[in-house]
């Protein structure tokens, strides 16, 4: 149980363009996503708190209009880098809280998407 | 600046041999506490929780918290060399609401055969 599934699992694109990233839970309902980038050697860094039917809460730094977030539903959150640069390259990963119980704050992360803008 | 350390590493020990992973936290307030472990080029995969004082067991893996000294431990025993990987301490903070975890830095363990 308590799998989280990103898809891609890894993107090359041109600079200027914008890349779409979905986050699902595919056996748990969760009200609560997260968004992370992780460079590499660093650990990771929350850039967002998504809550199902309301706006994303951004970190601190975050560029909320060039990092959108959906959170559409109880099992599928997106973020897209929009206008992506080199220095958007990155580790990006997604976590979800499962609503209906089990451990309680408990985070289960993706298998992450590897974004390399050229 | 309430924060989650860890010393880096990296952390060296003999196959057969027990790690013991150290974290220090802030937050008096931190209610849960999670060990993550984190291959390279992979997302991190959940070991372990704690919310309790004392010591908390699965299998080669035990979790002991200790809130009046603000640490969290985890120790492997029997260490293997597929236990080498970086291993995250995560921590909810007090107040947070929206159940957000604070990572530290990680250490980096390497079990060597």
């Known amino acids: 149980g308590a799998v989280v599934s990103q898809h891609p699992s890894w993107v090359i694109c041109k600079s200027g363009t914008s890349v779409k990233i979905e986050c699902r839970s595919l056996?748990?309902?969760?009200?609560?996503m997260f968004w992370y980038r992780q460079f590499p050697k660093q650990s990771l860094m929350l850039m967002a708190t998504s809550n199902e039917g309301s706006k994303a809460t951004y970190e601190q730094g975050v560029e909320k209009d060039k990092f959108l977030i959906n959170h559409a539903s109880l099992t599928l959150s997106t973020l897209t880098v929009t206008s992506a640069h080199p220095e958007d390259s990155s580790f990006y990963i997604c976590?979800?809280?499962?609503?209906?119980?089990?451990?309680?704050?408990?985070?289960?992360f993706g298998p992450g998407t590897r974004l390399t803008v050229l | 600046q309430k924060e989650v350390e860890q010393n880096s590493g990296p952390l060296s020990v003999p196959e057969g041999a027990i790690a013991s992973l150290n974290c220090t936290y802030s937050d008096r307030g931190s209610q849960s506490f999670f060990w993550y472990r984190q291959y390279s080029g992979k997302s991190p995969e959940l070991i372990m929780f704690?919310?309790?004082?004392g010591d908390k067991e699965d299998g080669r893996f035990t979790a002991q918290l200790n809130k009046a000294s603000q640490y969290v431990s985890l120790l492997i025993r029997d260490s293997q060399p597929s236990d080498s990987a970086t291993y995250l301490c995560a921590v909810t903070l007090s107040g947070a609401g929206s159940y957000q975890l604070t990572f530290g830095k990680g250490t980096k363990l390497s079990v060597i055969p």
């Open positions: 056996d748990f309902q969760a009200t609560t």
């Open positions: 704690i919310y309790s004082n």
């Open positions: 976590s979800a809280r499962d609503r209906g119980g089990g451990p309680r704050d408990t985070q289960y």
